[in-house]
């Protein structure tokens, strides 16, 4: 009776059967991850919370509106800013290379904004508007933590070698 090939007492135990199959080349992403294929659940709570970033941002600027009518260059910070975010959700729920960058950056400027209000609020003595403060700040830290998570970053990562239709239909021949 021939003796068994001898093997390290780490190895993992033969199994007789089906070896699992390699992955596809094209399946593997960067640095041998997997490329997400569908959206990521996280992914509409995201576009949720910029949508109440770019409400809070509308809302602060109808705040500084409402003292003295008129279209002031605040008012319009505060509209370039609701629709920043916004379009960094479009472009996010595409899954557009680099978009978590843009909505993390629409994210950022009202998170600073609020803080900075709620730490003058604070000095003021506190009252009512720094508690408004403190719960308008869960709009953009939702944002932020949802958006610079993993799974959207993936989502919005750069397809490397993946051709784009312009490229296909020109390199397709009759032109």
Do not use: N
Request: net charge positive; charged share 15%; with cysteine.
């Amino acid at each position: 009776m021939p003796s068994a090939p001898r093997r390290s007492p780490r190895a993992a135990p033969v199994r007789s059967g089906v070896r699992p199959a390699a992955p596809h080349p094209l399946a593997r992403g960067v640095a041998g991850r997997p490329v997400p294929r569908e959206r990521p659940l996280t992914l509409p709570f995201a576009v949720v919370f910029a949508g109440l970033v770019a409400a809070e941002e509308l809302y602060l600027g109808w705040l500084l509106w409402e003292p003295d009518p008129g279209w002031h260059w605040y008012v319009f910070v505060a509209a370039a800013l609701a629709a920043w975010t916004v379009g960094g959700a479009v472009l996010v729920w595409q899954g557009r290379p680099r978009a978590w960058l843009v909505l993390t950056g629409a994210g950022t400027l009202p998170l600073l904004l609020l803080v900075g209000l709620a730490v003058l609020f604070g000095a003021l003595g506190g009252g009512e508007a720094l508690w408004w403060a403190l719960l308008m700040l869960a709009g953009p830290l939702g944002c932020l933590v949802l958006t610079a998570g993993r799974p959207i970053r993936e989502w919005t990562a750069p397809r490397r070698g993946a051709s784009t239709p312009s490229r296909t239909r020109r390199s397709s021949g009759a032109g």
